[in-house]
């Protein structure tokens, strides 16, 4: 069992290295907690440090890891519980007995995991912001809360953001651990604006670590492996390839990239969708694809042939990773109206891409004011919006001055270097927290 050690600069000095202890619902795939979690534990890797996972999906190797099934958001259990707490204001006893059984059983596996890796640092990944699985969140709460151990909070976005948790009978709860104020934890967000809320609607002082994408990584280009992309989907040389890195999800505003390939009326224009629906429902894909059909465009939907890594289908039939697409296409659209941060973004930045954005919140906030040149719209599109894409496709020369710049900014402001000074910080600060208290 973990017992307060004294303050991380002792610990490293003893030993060299932290080992540092990952917690979350999920660590597999794309979405924006598992891309993150990776590159902060690359950067505490070089530091010296050894990561370790848990979570109930994990794509980590086994010696490293502790897959415990119940802790995923998606399963039956956790889906069934959350039906019946959010969207009403009272809950049946047996739900609060469920709570207490499954975070009781949570609490047992986080306090393995703690041991069997001797693990001097906690890092939950999101399961602290957002009830998506309301018991793994009491447990984590109450283990570091039992045994004092470091923890930082790694919060990528509030359940205050999102509609559907507004509406709950789990508030006692939520207020204890959603996030929870324990001496030991460090609060981290990932934008201005959530900093802003979580201290005005909690009272708790956070960091802000952007997101963000490693510059001295070179597979930006059209490589071996990535070279037949436009032949194995059919697309000529010629063809225009316009990507919405994204889920099918309708707070991406796919609508309006459907929207401008229609008004910029130029020949073999091709709309990329990369990713499917996921786990929030059809009716949206459903309606993007009538209008699609409506408008004429030609739109192509490439999760079948996508995967995390270069592969092979069953078939035979080569599969790309995302980033294998990047340096096929011509601009990068990104209308979102809601984003935590906006990973997308500087990933078409890092392959100098240009780039269409909705001004949603974030960027508006954050990204915006560091000087990035984009084909900005505010929630619909204009003429000089549609002019502007035009000009970028059609002049090759506005386009890389375009590019250039913002590859420029965003290595500046988002790249590994910005995040290994502010993690080490933080462990800084923990230190110097750890010294007072002795």
């Not at 490589?223 to 059919?234: A, K, Q, S, T």
């Not at 316009?242 to 889920?247: A, D, F, S, V």
Request: aromatic letters at 12%.
């Amino acid at each position: 069992m973990y017992t307060n050690k004294g303050s991380t600069r002792e610990l490293v000095k003893k030993k060299g290295r932290l080992n540092i202890g990952f917690i979350s619902t999920r660590f597999a795939g794309t979405d924006g907690v598992s891309l993150e979690s990776g590159k902060w534990a690359a950067v505490l890797e070089e530091f010296g440090h050894s990561c370790f996972w848990f979570a109930g999906v994990l794509d980590k190797d086994a010696s490293v890891s502790l897959c415990v099934p119940e802790a995923f958001f998606n399963h039956p259990d956790n889906i069934k519980l959350n039906k019946a707490v959010f969207g009403c204001k009272t809950r049946k006893r047996n739900h609060t007995d469920t709570i207490r059984k499954t975070a009781d059983y949570l609490k047992d596996r986080i306090y393995a995991f703690i041991q069997d890796y001797s693990l001097d640092l906690l890092i939950p990944e999101n399961c602290l912001a957002i009830p998506m699985h309301i018991p793994l969140g009491v447990a984590v709460t109450e283990v570091i809360a039992e045994t004092g151990i470091p923890a930082i909070g790694h919060h990528h976005d509030f359940w205050w953001e999102r509609p559907r948790f507004l509406i709950n009978a789990v508030p006692e709860i939520i207020q204890q651990a959603f996030p929870p104020d324990l001496h030991s934890m460090h609060h981290v967000v990932i934008n201005s604006m959530i900093q802003n809320d979580l201290a005005s609607k909690r009272g708790l002082s956070s960091s802000i670590i952007y997101n963000v994408i490693d510059f001295d990584d070179t597979s930006n280009n059209i490589d071996y492996d990535n070279v037949h992309f436009r032949e194995d989907f059919g697309f000529r040389e010629d063809d225009i390839l316009i990507l919405q890195p994204t889920r099918i999800v309708s707070r991406k505003g796919i609508e309006q990239a459907i929207y401008l390939v229609k008004r910029l009326d130029l020949p073999r224009v091709k709309l990329l969708i990369s990713h499917s629906a996921g786990d929030e429902g059809q009716e949206y894909l459903d309606w993007i694809l009538e209008t699609a059909r409506n408008q004429e465009i030609d739109v192509h939907l490439l999760y079948n042939r996508l995967d995390e890594t270069r592969s092979f289908d069953d078939d035979g039939n080569r599969l790309y990773s995302l980033w294998d697409i990047y340096p096929h296409v011509d601009l990068v659209t990104y209308p979102s109206v809601y984003e935590g941060f906006g990973n997308a973004f500087l990933e078409a930045v890092f392959f100098k891409k240009p780039i269409l954005v909705n001004r949603y919140t974030v960027y508006i906030v954050d990204i915006e004011p560091k000087g990035f040149d984009v084909i900005a719209m505010d929630g619909f599109l204009t003429q000089k919006t549609v002019a502007d894409v035009k000009r970028v496709l059609t002049d090759p020369g506005a386009k890389k001055r375009m590019v250039d710049k913002n590859y420029k900014l965003a290595e500046q402001f988002f790249s590994y270097s910005v995040l290994r000074k502010k993690l080490a910080a933080i462990l800084d600060d923990f230190s110097y927290d750890y010294q007072k208290q002795e």
